[in-house]
């Protein structure tokens, strides 16, 4: 039987995000395999990285922001340090010292709910290869087949 999407009281069906944006987080994204030398090809992620930030959007409002001041940080860093310093910054840099809590300035806001998801991401969809991954993507990894490396962990 057919259901309605369950949708929460500030859905308003799939946001527009500005194209300037969505070339920033993708620049983001594709910044974090150079910066960690993944090896992976990013462009096949576009699409469902695309519909990442919609779903983002669309269940909590509130990273329509965060992707606009992911952009203006990101622009910022990137005319200050140039492009590889811009993002290394980006990935690395702790604003604050002593215990940390709670995100109080806008870079460490964006690290937290940008960059560090944008990474989670990245690894997820497929760059967990290029660490030597066997049984990824997939719970199970495949079948059993003669010849070829064991989708599982077995007792040995």
Same mark, same amino acid.
């Given at each position: ?17 500005p ?19 993944l ?25 329509s ?18 492009? !590889?310093?811009? +993002?290394?910054?980006? $990935? ?5 010292? %002593?215990?940390?809590? =709670?995100?109080? #300035? ?15 991401l ?10 030597? !991954?066997?049984n +990824?993507?997939?719970? $199970?990894?495949?079948?059993n087949?003669? %010849?070829?490396?064991? =989708?599982?962990? #077995?007792?040995?």
């Open positions: 039987m057919y259901q309605n999407r369950a949708s929460h009281a500030l859905d308003q069906g799939s946001p527009k995000i194209d300037d944006v969505v070339e920033a987080m993708w620049g983001i994204f594709v910044a974090i395999g150079d910066f960690w030398v090896g992976d090809d990013p462009e096949p992620y576009r699409l469902r990285f695309q519909a990442f930030l919609t779903n983002r959007i669309a269940l909590n409002p509130i990273y922001n965060l992707y606009a001041a992911a952009l203006r940080l990101v622009r910022e860093l990137v005319k200050a340090h140039g492009k !590889a310093k811009g +993002y290394e910054l980006l $990935f690395t840099q702790k604003p604050r010292s %002593g215990p940390v809590g =709670p995100p109080q #300035t806008e870079l460490e806001f964006i690290q937290l709910y940008v960059t560090n998801e944008f990474i989670s990245r690894l997820a969809l497929g760059s967990f290869k290029s660490f030597g !991954a066997v +990824y993507c997939g719970y $199970f990894g495949g079948a087949i003669e %010849g070829q490396p064991t =989708p599982y962990r #077995t007792h040995e």
